[in-house]
């Protein structure tokens, strides 16, 4: 007899155990079953799809930390295909770009690309709704949206409108219908981050700082986290300027709060972003800089990120049609902006914005037409460049790279002194933020003709805008004269600049990443 505890050999077979004994070869048939897939024809990824047997093949995925701040992963739901390692190791050189054993936390920079290629959908952003929704229903919170150049061209898929809709202002009235006191635009804070981001660069190029050249740009969080892993000596190179979502985020909680006379301490700010990264850029310890300036340390710049799929969710979960809501505007203060501004959402949109910047602060004239479309820096190419000549200046020589992996042959040209660049885009997601972890599954995996879509619409703006230099933005001119000053200077460069941390210690970086 045995004992009570003791099951019968082969009763117990877990996951683990079943794909181990798939693994050796272990013929596992499904007699009875019919042939079609479980959730039927087209459902299954394409490599459960063959005769023979089940699995044909079990591949690896993704670990992910418990304490990841951007996504997570419902094992119920997890059917081990491996996408998620895939596109980790191939698109973005992040999984098996590290040595085992691990130090102390899993690698990964937040981009959230697994969440657009999971079939299933078992990884998804960490969760910012539970915490919005309770905002919401507090009446002593003063509940303030920030919606990044991206959100608006991408929501409308989730309510079965063609990919690349702008549905700018029907963005805004659900915010505005959800509960949200005041709604403000990230394209004006992308304005402001060229004002300094380019700033900067002028100063670097001209000597007037000791700075090294190629400035690399520093508001994609999982591009910073990815130097700060993987090539820490070249930190320097990354401008000091903020992301736009953390440089609003500063400014809604002192001079919005000012101008509005409302107690910084009552604001909970949500930013609504394309991007799962950008959750852990708003935990980030050192983005409390409006709390410095207040003087009081525990208050943050941004205090909640949501996707644009959790804002979908919220719409549909309140029962809210998008297409029915009349178009509202953006509230007032700190919402203007350029076209310069509108195209950060894209590959190569940052650069163009700055270079129209930088090209007019440095010969004083206004940017010849070229730069209004700069065709070189535009498109879906891993990797892109562009020269160009300033007058009083000379030639400037810029790059354009989204999607990690094809940033080690930039890099390695970098540090060994055979990349002639003064300024380099880096972009997790391919094709730029229109693209990022927190978009709408319109194409599993993503595919570049919704890509291409988003793109255009946000070209678009640019082309339709009255105002297409981010210098030129009238409300820009007004924060500064009235409030910021100088830009990388005074409080600008106290509320809208930041540091980095070397985090390569956290890992034990492979050789050779960009073999
Ligand atoms: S978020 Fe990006 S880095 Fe992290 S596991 Fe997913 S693909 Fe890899
Ligand atoms: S892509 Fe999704 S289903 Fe496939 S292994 Fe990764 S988590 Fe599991
Ligand atoms: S490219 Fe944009 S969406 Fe992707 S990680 Fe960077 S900031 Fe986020």
Redesign the pocket.
């Known amino acids: 007899m045995k004992p009570e505890n003791q099951h019968e050999p082969n009763m117990d077979v877990s996951r683990r155990s079943f794909i181990k004994m798939a693994g050796t070869g272990l013929v596992v048939s499904t007699i009875g079953c019919s042939g079609d897939p479980s959730g039927g024809e087209g459902w299954m990824p394409s490599q459960y799809e063959g005769n023979g047997n089940f699995p044909p093949q079990v ?1 690896g ?2 670990p992910i930390d418990p304490n990841n701040l951007s996504i997570t ?1 419902d094992d119920r ?9 895939e596109v980790c190791s191939k698109v973005e050189t992040v999984l098996y770009n590290y040595e085992l054993p691990l130090i102390d936390n899993i690698p990964c920079i937040g981009c959230g690309q ?1 969440t657009l ?4 959908g ?2 998804t952003e960490t969760d910012g709704l539970t915490e919005l929704i309770k905002a919401l229903d507090d009446p002593n919170k003063h509940v303030v949206a920030q919606t990044a150049p991206s959100t608006r061209v991408a929501l409308g898929e989730e309510f079965g409108l063609p990919a690349g809709t702008n549905v700018e202002e029907r963005q805004v009235a659900a915010l505005k219908s959800l509960g949200f006191d005041t709604v403000l635009d990230t394209n004006f804070s992308a304005d402001l981050t060229i004002m300094e981001e380019a700033t900067e660069l002028v100063q670097r190029i001209t000597g007037k700082v000791n700075a090294p050249i190629p400035q690399f740009t520093s508001c994609c969080p999982g591009w910073v986290r990815y130097c700060e892993y993987f090539y820490p000596d070249l930190l320097p190179n990354l401008s000091s300027a903020k992301s736009p979502m953390s440089m609003l985020g500063a400014m809604i909680k002192t001079y919005y709060a000012e101008k509005s006379g409302i107690d910084p301490k009552k604001i909970f700010s949500v930013a609504i972003m394309p991007c799962t990264a950008k959750k852990f850029e708003a935990g980030r310890p050192e983005m409390n800089h409006s709390g410095l300036k207040i003087g009081d340390p525990s208050i943050r710049d941004t205090d909640l990120v949501i996707t644009t799929r959790e804002l979908a969710n919220l719409i549909k979960l309140r029962g809210l049609d998008l297409l029915k809501l009349e178009p509202v505007h953006y509230d007032n203060l700190l919402s203007e902006y350029s076209g310069a501004g509108a195209i950060f959402g894209v590959t190569g949109g940052v650069m163009e914005a700055a270079v129209r910047t930088a090209y007019a602060q440095i010969s004083g004239e206004k940017p010849p037409a070229l730069l209004f479309n700069l065709q070189p820096v535009r498109g879906l190419a891993g990797m892109k460049e562009a020269a160009l000549e300033i007058p009083n200046h000379g030639e400037v020589r810029v790059a354009v790279v989204a999607g990690m992996g094809n940033t080690h042959k930039v890099l390695e040209r970098v540090q060994n002194g055979t990349g002639h660049w003064h300024f380099i885009e880096f972009m997790a997601c391919p094709g730029g933020c229109i693209s990022g972890g927190g978009q709408p599954r319109t194409a599993l995996p993503p595919s570049d003709a919704v890509r291409s879509a988003r793109i255009n619409a946000l070209y678009n703006v640019d082309e339709r805008a009255a105002v297409r230099l981010c210098h030129e933005n009238p409300e820009i001119k007004t924060v500064y004269k009235d409030y910021l000053g100088t830009p990388n200077e005074g409080i600008a460069h106290a509320l809208l600049h930041t540091h980095y941390e070397n985090y390569s210690s956290h890992l034990t970086k492979k050789q050779k990443m960009s073999e």
């Open positions: 591949r995925r993704i992963r739901k997890c059917i081990l295909c491996g996408q998620c390692a697994c290629w999971c079939p299933t078992a990884i």
